[in-house]
T-cell receptor, first 118, second 112 residues
Framework: GAVVSQHPSWVICKSGTSVKIECRSLDFQATTMFWYRQFPKQSLMLMATSNEGSKATYEQGVEKDKFLINHASLTLSTLTVTSAHPEDSSFYIC??????????????FGPGTRLTVL | SQKIEQNSEALNIQEGKTATLTCNYTNYSPAYLQWYRQDPGRGPVFLLLIRENEKEKRKERLKVTFDTTLKQSLFHITASQPADSATYLCAPFSGGYNKLIFGAGTRLAVHP
């Protein structure tokens, strides 16, 4: 089946620094990818939709200047957490639709990135 | 706004029994409903998709039902095994909102 990878799998950083998380679709192309955040024992919360060749669409309450998304190619989307603070510590997960296009498709999820901000 | 409810408490069952998980939704009419499995510290894995015109879908030991009148989906695991222990998420999809929204998930623990 299709595989989505994320890098790094975990990262620890100091408050005020920026962290970049990569999401790659390994054997299929995705014009759309999705970024989620998950706090312990809570559900996945959609942060934004990453669109190849255009700007990302952010969910209400998500600061676009803080969470920068770049969909550089049909197989790569990056999420940069700028000026990270301890409250940004969370589990960040990306997904890509199985047919690469529609959100209605089943989603292939990455393994997630655990971010800890000290 | 749309709301998705799953059993918030963990479901504990004995190995070999059937586990039944519930997903209720309000304020929208999804065209599809998907179920995912999530293990601790991992991304979710797709299990089954059921469409609004389908009453039931099966895959090996898994069965999903979709009742658009009750606005409910039931997820069954028959002959459950300890390896089935995980959190199960439902995600009803409506084209009108154009995004996949997940329920909080139900944690299933199957005991030997």
């Amino acid at each position: 089946g299709a595989v989505v990878s994320q890098h790094p799998s975990w990262v620890i950083c100091k408050s005020g620094t920026s962290v970049k998380i990569e999401c790659r679709s390994l054997d299929f192309q995705a014009t759309t990818m999705f970024w989620y955040r998950q706090f312990p024992k809570q559900s996945l919360m959609l942060m934004a939709t990453s669109n190849e060749g255009s700007k990302a669409t952010y969910e209400q309450g998500v600061e676009k200047d803080k969470f920068l998304i770049n969909h550089a190619s049909l197989t790569l989307s990056t999420l940069t957490v700028t000026s990270a603070h301890p409250e940004d510590s969370s589990f960040y997960i990306c997904s890509a639709p199985s047919r690469g296009l529609a959100v209605a498709d089943t989603q292939y999820f990455g393994p997630g990135t655990r971010l800890t901000v000290l | 706004s749309q709301k998705i409810e799953q059993n918030s408490e963990a479901l504990n069952i004995q190995e070999g029994k059937t586990a039944t998980l519930t997903c209720n939704y309000t304020n929208y009419s999804p065209a599809y409903l998907q179920w995912y499995r999530q293990d601790p510290g991992r991304g979710p894995v797709f299990l089954l998709l059921i469409r609004e015109n389908e009453k039931e879908k099966r895959k090996e030991r898994l069965k999903v039902t979709f009742d658009t009148t009750l606005k409910q989906s039931l997820f069954h695991i028959t002959a459950s095994q300890p390896a089935d222990s995980a959190t199960y998420l439902c995600a009803p999809f409506s084209g009108g909102y154009n995004k996949l929204i997940f329920g909080a998930g139900t944690r299933l623990a199957v005991h030997p």
